[in-house]
């Protein structure tokens, strides 16, 4: 009888731009995509994972993209209290092979995002070219700090993103908002005026 035996998994912090979040990146391959949980209920119907996180009292938001999983704490606790907490949660649960995220989130992701989406003529091509610079350009920086930037809408010369993982509520993401997606979009795509930002 053959025993498989399993690769540990090894998983290590690190620092985000945001004070609030912490990077928890692993060797293994988590969720190919991006999966953002604000709260416990998305977190229910989704990702077993976010939901036995939000069952910790200083979880705030779980963030899970790729080999990582960045968490958002509550402002009352400190990282020094929880950080070590919180990896043995995370590598025990991984280490057991449990569900990250359901099947299907993608498919349904991919449907909201339809939903809020009907742009015809020139706005259509715009909007395509207001993608492809967050796709290229945007999404790899803000992912390495365990964040992600999401299209949600452009209207009257105006691009509204969501910040989600790490980046929602972080404290330079403005200045990232402001100063370098604006400016950018600004520069290549002439129809954009200014950039908004929503939380995740």
Same mark, same amino acid.
């Given at each position: ?27 293994? @391959?988590?969720?190919?995509g991006?999966?953002?949980f ?21 979880? &705030?938001?779980?963030?899970v ?17 929880? @950080?070590? &907490? ?36 020139d706005?259509a ?51 990232t ?10 520069? @290549?795509v002439?129809?954009?005026k200014?950039?908004k930002?929503? @939380?995740?």
């Amino acid at each position: 009888m053959s025993t498989k035996t399993k690769s540990p998994v090894l998983l290590y912090t690190e620092q985000t731009p945001n004070p609030e979040s912490l990077k928890y990146v692993t060797n293994r @391959m988590l969720f190919e995509g991006t999966a953002d949980f604000q709260d416990a209920e998305s977190a229910e119907e989704w990702s077993p994972l976010a939901q036995h996180l939000f069952d910790l009292p200083f979880v &705030k938001g779980v963030y899970v993209c790729n080999n990582f999983v960045t968490v958002t704490k509550e402002m009352n606790y400190a990282w020094e209290d929880i @950080m070590l &907490k919180l990896k043995s949660i995370l590598k025990e649960y991984i280490e057991e092979g449990n569900t990250i995220v359901k099947d299907g989130y993608m498919e349904a992701k991919l449907e909201w995002e339809k939903e809020t989406e009907e742009y015809d003529g020139d706005d259509a091509e715009i909007v395509v070219k207001i993608k492809e610079m967050l796709n290229t350009y945007v999404k790899p920086a803000v992912e390495m700090d365990g964040g992600n930037i999401e299209f949600k809408g452009f209207e009257n010369g105006v691009v509204t993103l969501v910040m989600q993982g790490a980046c929602s509520g972080c404290p330079s993401s403005t200045v990232t908002l402001k100063a370098g997606i604006e400016g950018m979009l600004k520069r @290549m795509v002439p129809q954009v005026k200014e950039v908004k930002a929503e @939380m995740g």
